[in-house]
């Protein structure tokens, strides 16, 4: 943590707070130009009202002077949200391994193997990003190199009923040429047809049920379907980490009828990371949380502030605690209802003295397109009719000095519109760090959500990261501490 400060009074173009005991009470934050230096031993002045502050633009530079550090005590509590029993968390990460099972346990045996194949396939069924396909095939590769037959399932999108366009007939030709055998597939996920080529299989075969959402039963947790899912087979898998947040017959319901029920090999490398990692990780460990609003990362930023030596957000969420602060934001993305949570969020990172920084200059456009006119600006000093859509250069070096000095970084959420090339910079820049920092200092970076790795693909980084989560939905609900169903109905180690 020493070191950290130290980079932060040395560079300082980021607003920091860094309040980790009483001493750093005495803490001033002051402003030169955007760039906010660490002066310690300075206390800082009594302060208006956010309210006080919005009625009184005048006092602004005042406010400025004092940055986030002046923010007046809070007791805007935030509404206490429910996060499971760290314990059940580690106990997902002590769950029986399919590596723990041999060819005596699986010659001739009929697996059940729940895979998350939920891929973006285009108008012409062609699937656009195969990432998914690829996570699941070690699992698969396994079991078939010991003798088992693999029945295969998965859910594809979100459908009414049987809907043609989510069949998962397009990924046929692609898994037949990962695993190296000629998948069969059937037009349902249970019945006579899946009975019969079930039956049909050899050692070393595989059949692709049809998508098992094509059923309601199936997010219904319907013990009925899920003992039909389970009739075919001796024994279950799930490696569907990205479903895992999700009860559904296929993923928890299936465990009441099918033992042993083990999880994959790919189930198992996001539970080291995203719960091992992050419950033990090598110290200082850093979180980067960005995306567009504050109102869905209120429990990933809540959970991390008890873990954390360093929390960087960025992202539309910022110009939210911009706003709290008094700040003039233009037309840029503020939650109004979220004001005095960004306070007390402020708050909770001082008491719990995680160093909490927000970007000092911001990139601003005209409009929300990629070919809006867009110029750099002090966070403090947004235009009237201007949004941010980027975090700005002195940002971005600040940002990376301090993650110089870490050995674990967490990622959630890009930090940017990069979706447009020209708001791409700050997302590209962490992108860019990170892969660095892993590959020259052997940092532990762990990259969670679907933007931000979609960010990383994008930028053709994602071998370089320790750990690329293929759980949007499901990596975030981990790091806001939750429990997953479908790993909790597994057989213990
Ligand atoms: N300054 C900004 N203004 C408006 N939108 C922004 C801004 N910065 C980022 N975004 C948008 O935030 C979106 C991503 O936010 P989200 O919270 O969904 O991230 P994520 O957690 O990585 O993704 P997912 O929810 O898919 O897991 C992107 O589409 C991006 O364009
Ligand atoms: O893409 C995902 O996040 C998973 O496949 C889960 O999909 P769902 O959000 O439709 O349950």
Redesign the pocket.
Known sequence: MNQIKKSFSAFGPAIMIDMNNARNRSVQLSVRGNCFFYSPNNAPPPLPSYKERERSPRRRSHIESFAVWSLPNSNLALAPKSISDPREQGEMATKRSVGTLGEADLRGKKVFVRADLNVPLDDAQKITDDTRIRASVPTIKFLLGNGAKVILASHLGRPKGVTPKYSLKPLVPRLSELLGVDVVMSNDCIGEEVEKLAAALPDGGVLLLENVRFYKEEEKNDPDFAKKLASVADLYVNDAFGTAHRAHASTEGVTKFLKPAVAGFLMQKELDYLVGAVANPKKPFAAIV????VS??IGVIESLLAKVDVLIL???M??TFYKAQGYAVGK??VEEDKLELATSLIEKAKTKGVALLLPTDVVVADK?AADAESKIVPASSIPDGW????VGPDAIKTFNETLDTTKTIIW????????FEK?AAGTDAIAKKLAELTTTKGVTTII???????AVEKAGLADKMSHISTG??A??ELLEGKTLPGVLALDEA
């Open positions: 960005g995306g567009s609003k869905s990362k960025g992202g539309g910022i110009f840029s993305l929300f949004m941010g859509l980027d959630n959420g890009p930090m940017g519109v990069f979706e708001f969670g959500g679907g933007d931000s790795v979609a949007g939905g990596s975030l």
